[in-house]
C-alpha cells in the first residue's frame, strides 16, 4: 500500500502522517515512512528496502508522483489550512521569511488544486475543523485506508498525538540540540512544531490588503475551485519593483530608461491553458512590453503594447502551463528612453481550458 498525506505547510499534515504511520504499523507487516515531494525519492528509498507498505508526507508533489498515484491507485489525503494563518504558523514556529514561506504555500496550493481534480479518490481534511483534536479522526482515516483496528487502538493512537504528549517529544528534541529545521527522522516532528493551534490568527495581525491578497492567489487553488470560479488575482504587493510607491493600492512605476518596471511573484499554476489580465495605466503615452516567464527562463506569452491616458489600460496574455511545479512570473518592462510613469494594478488568471496530458511535462527520473 502507498498512503500520501499530501498538506498545506502547517496544516497538521504531520499529525495525519503519524497517525497512519501508526495504523500501518498495526498491520504488522515491513513499512517504511519518509518525506518524497519527487517520485524519485520514492523510489530511491523502496531501491533499499523490502518494505511492502509506504507512508509519504510531502507539502508538493511532481509531476511523476502524481502520475504514479494514478496508476498506482495509492491512498491520498489532502490536508489544507487557510493560507494566511498557514503564513503566520510558519513564521512563528520556524522564523522563516514571508517571501519564502509564500513561495512554499504557493507551491503547495498548485499540488493540491492538481491532486484535487486529478485523483477523486482522497480524503480531505481541513484545519479550521480541529480534526486532529477528534478521536473520531483517527477511525476515518483508518477507514479510509480499508484499515481494521481494534477502537481501543484508535483511543491509544489518539492519545499518543495528542499536544501534551507531542509536546513532550519535541522539548526533548530541543534538548537534544535540535534546530528549528531540524526533524525527528521517524516521526517528523521538529523543536519547535507545536504552535498554538489559533484559526483565524490573521484577523488581528495581517492587514486587510494582504489578506485580500493572500485569499486572492491561494483560496481558489487550495479549494480546486480554481477552473470553476475564476478568482485568483497577484495582487501588487506580491511583486518586485524597480521603482515604486504605493498609491491607492495600485503601484506607481517610474522609469527614464528601458527597464524592467516590475517582475514576479514567482508562484505556482496546474497545467493547464491560462489567461492572464495585466492591469495597467498611464497618464502619457508608455510604449511596454509585458511577458508571462516560466523558470527556465522560457517566455510563455509575450505582448508589445503602448498604454496611454485613452486607452483601456489591460494586457491580456495567453499562456499555457505543462509543469505545476515551475515558477512563473510577470514582467513589464518599459520600452522607451523618455521618462514615464506606470501605474500596476496586478495580474488576474483565468483558466481557460486543459492541456492533453501529452502536452504535460513529464522530466525524466
Not at 32 to 55: F, I, K, M, N, P
Not at 142 to 159: G, H, K, N, V, W
Request: net charge negative.
Amino acid at each position: 500500500m502507498i498512503a500520501v498525506v499530501l498538506g498545506m505547510p502547517g496544516s497538521a499534515s504531520t499529525w495525519i502522517f503519524n497517525v497512519v504511520r501508526e495504523l500501518v504499523a498495526g498491520r504488522g507487516e515491513p513499512a517504511v515512512s519518509l518525506y518524497a515531494d519527487r517520485a524519485q525519492d520514492l523510489l530511491t528509498e523502496l531501491g533499499t528496502t523490502d518494505a511492502r507498505h509506504v507512508v509519504i508526507k510531502a507539502h508538493s508533489l511532481d509531476p511523476q508522483w502524481l502520475a504514479l498515484l494514478r496508476v498506482s491507485g495509492g491512498h491520498l489525503i489532502v490536508s489544507t489550512r487557510d493560507p494566511r494563518d498557514s503564513l503566520l504558523s510558519m513564521q512563528d514556529r520556524f522564523g522563516h521569511a514571508a517571501q519564502d514561506v509564500t513561495r512554499q504555500i504557493a507551491l503547495s496550493v498548485a499540488s493540491i488544486a492538481v491532486v484535487r481534480s486529478d485523483v477523486p479518490r482522497h480524503l480531505h481534511l481541513a484545519y479550521e475543523t480541529r480534526f486532529a483534536r477528534r478521536k473520531s479522526t483517527i477511525g476515518e482515516i483508518a477507514a479510509f485506508l480499508s484499515i481494521e483496528r481494534d477502537p481501543s487502538d484508535y483511543a491509544a493512537i489518539f492519545e499518543k498525538l495528542k499536544v501534551a504528549s507531542v509536546r513532550s517529544h519535541t522539548a526533548s528534541l530541543a534538548e537534544l540540540g535540535y534546530e528549528p529545521d531540524w526533524f525527528d527522522p521517524a516521526t517528523h516532528w521538529h523543536p519547535n512544531h507545536v504552535g498554538d493551534g489559533r484559526v483565524r490568527k490573521w484577523t488581528d495581525r495581517l492587514s486587510a490588503q494582504a489578506s485580500e491578497a493572500y485569499c486572492e492567489a491561494f483560496a481558489a487553488l487550495s479549494k480546486g475551485e480554481y477552473r470553476q470560479d475564476g478568482s485568483i488575482r497577484w495582487q501588487p504587493e506580491l511583486f518586485s519593483y524597480h521603482d515604486a510607491a504605493d498609491a491607492d493600492g495600485a503601484r506607481s512605476l517610474t522609469a527614464a530608461e528601458p527597464a524592467c518596471l516590475v517582475f514576479g511573484p514567482y508562484f505556482y499554476l496546474p497545467p493547464g491553458r491560462w489567461r492572464a489580465s495585466v492591469a495597467l495605466e498611464a497618464d502619457t503615452v508608455a510604449p511596454l512590453r509585458v511577458e508571462i516567464v516560466s523558470e527556465t527562463r522560457v517566455v510563455l506569452a509575450m505582448r508589445q503594447v503602448t498604454i496611454s491616458s485613452a486607452s483601456d489600460g489591460t494586457c491580456v496574455l495567453d499562456f499555457e502551463v505543462a509543469d505545476h511545479t515551475l515558477p512563473l512570473e510577470a514582467r513589464v518592462h518599459a520600452m522607451t528612453s523618455d521618462p514615464l510613469t506606470v501605474r500596476f494594478g496586478g495580474v488576474g488568471l483565468e483558466w481557460i481550458g486543459p492541456l492533453p496530458r501529452a502536452q504535460r511535462v513529464a522530466r525524466p527520473l
